[in-house]
């Protein structure tokens, strides 16, 4: 009985399986059909939702980065929140990447607060702040286009952090 309330309340499940071409890679060279190799990435992702929190979980594991082979990353993390009142949900988020390489400090954490004022169902205001810290060797940067500091690049060893936000409105 206690095994099937723990299923029933897991929301969410899933596997994804990608594979990305070689001629879609950046290591690509048409003038050199064989410079790169093609791709795959597999991740796996679950959440459990209880009455006033969540937990969620993922891992995720690509292998020839960027057409680069022998060169495989890995990345795990953690996202919960808690219903506080009825109108504030507190989120946070941890995600650390390991790319083994050859590299040793090339590695980076990511971890993200934020709180949502919800308004309806389908509606909700949210703030969320996150920085990504980037190992010495190591120069990512999670804010693609959006907003922050150092949107435009990184150097390594650096640590972006930015903030967002916005309404959100689901279906």
């Known amino acids: 009985d206690h095994q099937l309330r723990i299923y029933a309340a897991l929301q969410k499940a899933g596997v994804a399986f990608e594979n990305h071409g070689k001629g879609l890679e950046p290591a690509y ?30 891992l995720q594991t690509v292998s020839n980065v960027g057409g680069v082979q022998d060169v495989s990353s890995m990345v795990w993390g953690l ?11 507190l989120k ?25 004022y919800i308004l309806s ?3 909700r205001l949210y703030f969320a702040y996150a920085t990504m810290m980037n190992d010495d060797g190591s ?7 959006g907003h922050g500091q150092s949107i435009g690049g990184v150097a390594a060893g650096e640590s972006p952090y930015g903030a967002s936000v916005g309404l959100y409105i689901g279906w």
């Open 29 to 58: 060279n048409p003038a050199f059909p064989d410079s790169s190799e093609s791709s795959t990435g597999i991740r796996a992702m679950a959440r459990y939702q209880g009455e006033k929190f969540s937990l969620g979980g993922l």
């Open 79 to 89: 996202g919960a929140d808690y219903l506080v009142t009825p109108e504030w949900d």
């Open 92 to 116: 946070g988020q941890f995600y650390m990447l390991d790319p083994n390489t050859d590299v040793d400090s090339d590695g980076a954490t990511m971890v993200v607060a934020g709180i949502d």
């Open 121 to 123: 169902e389908q509606a």
């Open 139 to 145: 120069a990512r940067n999670p804010f693609g286009g």
